[in-house]
Nanobody, 127 residues
Framework: QVQLVESGGGLVQAGGSLRLSCAAS????????MGWFRQAPGKEREFVVA????????FYADSVKGRFTISRDNAKNTVYLQMNRLKPEDTAVYYC????????????????????WGQGTQVTVSS
């Protein structure tokens, strides 16, 4: 399994931007579909966005569509989450997740679809 380490979280004012990174170990990163999830205090973990192993396919939660952008650099074993026009309701711990994907176009939106998780990075958006 791949090991994941997130970074880039922090405190930002509403309307601001942050870019999260998720660095993966291993030499087969390009075989993994990736996703970002978040969990706010007292709430269940929720899907944010997913990307196929080659980066050609993405899927966004409605709540972040048009504001967040996922991308990946397979040469650097890293997936990114660019978050713009942040809102207080985006405050949460953000987790990246990985799972091996048989087909290049596969994306996964369920937390149980993923087999590897990072430790999370806190994003706090002040009003």
């Amino acid at each position: 399994q791949v090991q994941l380490v997130e970074s880039g979280g922090g405190l930002v004012q509403a309307g601001g931007s942050l870019r999260l990174s998720c660095a993966a170990s291993g030499r087969t990163f390009s075989m993994y579909a990736m996703g970002w999830f978040r969990q706010a205090p007292g709430k269940e973990r929720e899907f944010v966005v997913a990307i196929s192993r080659g980066g050609g396919f993405t899927f966004y939660a409605d709540s972040v569509k048009g504001r967040f952008t996922i991308s990946r650099d397979n040469a650097k074993n890293t997936v990114y989450l660019q978050m713009n026009r942040l809102k207080p309701e985006d405050t949460a711990v953000y987790y990246c997740a990985a799972r091996s994907a048989l087909y290049s176009g596969d994306v996964y939106t369920g937390a149980t679809d993923y087999t590897s998780w990072g430790q999370g990075t806190q994003v706090t958006v002040s009003s």
